[in-house]
């Protein structure tokens, strides 16, 4: 049996650890409301310049742009979305799971890694898989910024035909409990479900609607304007998703930890009580032994 | 007649993080496409404008409003006018001393001509914090 004294010991270690995951799992709760707030603001701006594109796509024949070529694919670009931080749960391994099955059965020469944030750069070390580029410390607080030169990156990546297709990992956010890795291609740009039903509808001599638009200077410049505004939009918002669900994960794994630190207290407490206990009715017998031997 | 074209559009004006501007009643709306300036008001024909880096101009009640915005598009659909920018900053929220920092930083690297100043970086750093300014200007 442990020592009172050595119980007392761990007792006091852990109320230590309790006390640091309950100050991050309140830090995470407070950051995860912001960054909720950004990634649901996003979403109309997102929405807004997907509008534009498709209505400008459909205004336009005959348009080429780099961005648009897709050809045969010999190599392939991911963009890996994860934290800088661990001590969130399964979030960043459930990043690295996707991004292992991706290319586990790929040459290494058949693909490139543009990674951000730490986690995923030490764990693509350790399995000695080297990245070819590697970005940080904007994992849980992404500007816009950030994503204006990644989105540069990628898309002199793709014309320079580097690569000839860019996915992007990440982990979209439902609520702090329900994330999901998800991987949607960047890279040419994709005709999203809209843009093809108009594209139908334009080739079957249909109007979808009556859309006469006046374009300023005109549908070409425009379109070529709007095409890596799409891109560095589509990476933002892959990267607010990410945060939030970085904060949500940490602050779900941070209440489990607090909640387990609990529960190991009062565990502990029992048996700090039984072994005091044991102690005194041992004390006690000896006094009693001790003056029975006497009698 | 007259009335069609002063009664008001709505107006909102978004950037990545959220709608940085929205106002109704709204009785024109003036700024600036890569090849020069144009208004629109209501009863516009669609159009999506790209815009450049210039102050977009929000006529309401009869006073004038400037909106400093860095690059972007221009949608004006049903008497709604859409602007979406990467960059779109209110002229109360721009630091002035900041904005004439930049502007003789950026005008010293434009006059300074030797080989390593990335000319068309300084320029574009010029034009915004000319845009800062002139914005700032209106208040």
Same mark, same amino acid.
């Given at each position: 049996?442990?020592?009172?004294?050595?119980?007392?010991?761990?007792?006091?270690?852990?109320?230590?650890?309790?006390?640091?995951?309950?100050?991050?799992?309140?830090?995470?709760?407070?950051?995860?409301?912001?960054?909720?707030?950004?990634?649901?603001?996003?979403?109309?701006?997102?929405?807004?310049?997907?509008?534009?594109?498709?209505?400008?796509?459909?205004?336009?024949?005959?348009?080429?742009?780099?961005?648009?070529?897709?050809?045969?694919?010999?190599?392939?670009?991911?963009?890996?979305?994860?934290?800088?931080?661990?001590?969130?749960?399964?979030?960043?391994?459930?990043?690295?799971?996707?991004?292992?099955?991706?290319?586990?059965?790929?040459?290494?020469?058949?693909?490139?890694?543009?990674?951000?944030?730490?986690?995923?750069?030490?764990?693509?070390?350790?399995?000695?898989?080297?990245?070819?580029?590697?970005?940080?410390?904007?994992?849980?607080?992404?500007?816009?910024?950030?994503?204006?030169?990644?989105?540069?990156?990628?898309?002199?990546?793709?014309?320079?035909?580097?690569?000839?297709?860019?996915?992007?990992?990440?982990?979209?956010?439902?609520?702090?409990?329900?994330?999901?890795?998800?991987?949607?291609?960047?890279?040419?740009?994709?005709?999203?479900?809209?843009?093809?039903?108009?594209?139908?509808?334009?080739?079957?001599?249909?109007?979808?609607?009556?859309?006469?638009?006046?374009?300023?200077?005109?549908?070409?410049?425009?379109?070529?304007?709007?095409?890596?505004?799409?891109?560095?939009?589509?990476?933002?918002?892959?990267?607010?998703?990410?945060?939030?669900?970085?904060?949500?994960?940490?602050?779900?794994?941070?209440?489990?930890?607090?909640?387990?630190?609990?529960?190991?207290?009062?565990?502990?407490?029992?048996?700090?009580?039984?072994?005091?206990?044991?102690?005194?009715?041992?004390?006690?017998?000896?006094?009693?032994?001790?003056?029975?031997?006497?009698? | 007649?007259?009335?069609?074209?002063?009664?008001?559009?709505?107006?909102?004006?978004?950037?990545?993080?959220?709608?940085?501007?929205?106002?109704?009643?709204?009785?024109?709306?003036?700024?600036?496409?890569?090849?020069?300036?144009?208004?629109?008001?209501?009863?516009?024909?669609?159009?999506?404008?790209?815009?450049?880096?210039?102050?977009?101009?929000?006529?309401?009640?009869?006073?004038?409003?400037?909106?400093?915005?860095?690059?972007?598009?221009?949608?004006?659909?049903?008497?709604?006018?859409?602007?979406?920018?990467?960059?779109?900053?209110?002229?109360? +929220? %721009? !630091?002035?001393? $900041? #904005? /004439?920092? @930049?502007?003789? &930083? =950026?005008?010293?690297? *434009?006059?300074?001509?030797?080989? +390593? %100043? !990335?000319?068309? $970086? #300084? /320029?574009? @750093?010029?034009? &915004? =914090?000319?845009?800062? *300014?002139?914005?700032?200007?209106?208040?």
């Amino acid at each position: 049996m442990e020592s009172t004294r050595d119980i007392k010991g761990r007792i006091k270690s852990v109320t230590n650890i309790q006390q640091i995951t309950k100050a991050m799992k309140m830090v995470a709760a407070a950051r995860l409301r912001k960054a909720e707030e950004k990634a649901a603001g996003a979403r109309p701006y997102a929405d807004k310049v997907g509008e534009l594109l498709r209505r400008a796509s459909a205004n336009v024949t005959g348009f080429d742009s780099p961005l648009l070529r897709a050809g045969e694919v010999k190599k392939v670009g991911y963009l890996v979305i994860s934290a800088d931080k661990g001590l969130a749960g399964a979030y960043n391994s459930n990043v690295m799971k996707k991004i292992v099955a991706e290319i586990s059965d790929k040459d290494r020469d058949s693909y490139k890694l543009y990674l951000c944030g730490k986690q995923s750069h030490n764990y693509l070390k350790f399995r000695g898989i080297q990245e070819d580029s590697y970005h940080f410390g904007f994992s849980d607080k992404p500007q816009a910024q950030d994503a204006l030169e990644l989105a540069k990156e990628m898309i002199d990546e793709f014309i320079s035909g580097e690569v000839d297709e860019v996915y992007v990992i990440y982990t979209k956010f439902f609520t702090a409990l329900r994330q999901q890795v998800t991987m949607t291609r960047l890279l040419p740009i994709v005709a999203d479900a809209g843009d093809t039903a108009s594209q139908d509808a334009a080739d079957n001599g249909v109007q979808a609607e009556p859309e006469e638009f006046i374009f300023l200077p005109d549908a070409n410049t425009v379109l070529t304007r709007l095409l890596p505004e799409y891109v560095q939009v589509q990476i933002y918002s892959s990267m607010l998703q990410s945060a939030a669900s970085e904060l949500g994960s940490r602050m779900a794994a941070m209440t489990a930890a607090t909640d387990n630190a609990t529960e190991r207290i009062a565990d502990l407490n029992l048996t700090y009580n039984k072994a005091r206990q044991a102690q005194i009715t041992n004390e006690i017998s000896e006094i009693v032994g001790g003056a029975n031997a006497l009698e | 007649m007259a009335d069609t074209l002063t009664s008001p559009m709505h107006v909102e004006i978004m950037s990545p993080d959220g709608a940085v501007y929205t106002a109704d009643g709204v009785e024109m709306v003036v700024a600036r496409a890569i090849d020069g300036e144009f208004a629109v008001m209501k009863g516009h024909l669609p159009l999506v404008a790209a815009l450049t880096i210039a102050p977009v101009r929000v006529k309401k009640d009869g006073k004038e409003k400037q909106i400093a915005v860095f690059n972007g598009f221009l949608e004006i659909n049903d008497d709604r006018v859409n602007i979406v920018s990467p960059q779109v900053e209110m002229a109360e +929220d %721009i !630091d002035v001393a $900041r #904005a /004439q920092a @930049a502007k003789k &930083r =950026a005008e010293e690297r *434009l006059a300074s001509k030797s080989a +390593d %100043i !990335d000319t068309d $970086r #300084a /320029q574009l @750093a010029l034009n &915004r =914090a000319l845009l800062r *300014l002139r914005v700032t200007k209106s208040l």
